[in-house]
Each structure stands twice: as C-alpha cells, then as structure tokens.
Nanobody
Framework: QVQLVESGGGLVQAGGSLRLSCAAS????????MGWFRQPAGKEREFVAAINGIGTTTYYADSVKGRFTISRDNAKNTLYLQVNSLKPEDTAVYVCAARPQYHSGSYYYANEYDYWGQGTRVTVSS
C-alpha cells in the first residue's frame, strides 16, 4: 500500500503560481512512477503530468506544457507540481497517483495507476 497526501492548493488570480506537493508513505517511493491528474467540477478526470521513478522522464498534457513542471524528491518521498501562468480553466481538484515503475501501460491513463490521494483544490480567478 502507498498512501498519498496532497497539499498546496488554494485560490490564486489568473497568471499566478502555486506549488502542489504530494507526500508518499508506505513503500519505496522510487519504485513508483507518479502522476498528477485533475478533475474540474462536473467533468471527467484528466491527465496533467507524470514522471518515472527516478525522475529522468516526464510527460505532460498539451494544455499545460510550458506552464507546469512535475518533479520529485525521492529522499523526501515527495512529488511536486509547479503550476505557473495559471488560467481560470486550470481550476480543478488536483490529485496525485502512483503506479509501480515496472508497469508497461501508458502514463496518460488513470486506470494504469493503483494508488490515489484525496486531492487539493486549485481555484483560479479571472
């Protein structure tokens, strides 16, 4: 079992920035690839970004490329998402997820992840 707890969300004006964190516990953190997903109110959950276990490879949704940066600190068992140049359409609950590094499935699909946090809300005002 892997436990995930997100933090760092809040209310920010358009153009602002936040750093989201996801603290992991329970297993060896570097053995898990990690992802960020988001779910706007009334909409489906969507992929935001992902990173492999050792932090050398990252993946981004087209909508966030150049504005968001995913990273991890395996010594601290923590995943990060730096979100810059925020837009009102970025408003959502942001959730981190974990999957074993050896899984061969796509990083982009939520059903490839085994463990999920509760989420942290990001609200961007115009």
């Amino acid at each position: 079992q892997v436990q995930l707890v997100e933090s760092g969300g809040g209310l920010v004006q358009a153009g602002g920035s936040l750093r989201l964190s996801c603290a992991a516990s329970g297993r060896t953190f570097s053995n898990y690839a990690m992802g960020w997903f988001r779910q706007p109110a009334g909409k489906e959950r969507e992929f935001v970004a992902a990173i492999n276990g050792i932090g050398t490879t990252t993946y981004y949704a087209d909508s966030v490329k150049g504005r968001f940066t995913i990273s991890r600190d395996n010594a601290k068992n923590t995943l990060y998402l730096q979100v810059n140049s925020l837009k009102p359409e970025d408003t959502a609950v942001y959730v981190c997820a974990a999957r074993p590094q050896y899984h061969s499935g796509s990083y982009y699909y939520a059903n490839e992840y085994d463990y999920w946090g509760q989420g942290t809300r990001v609200t961007v005002s115009s």
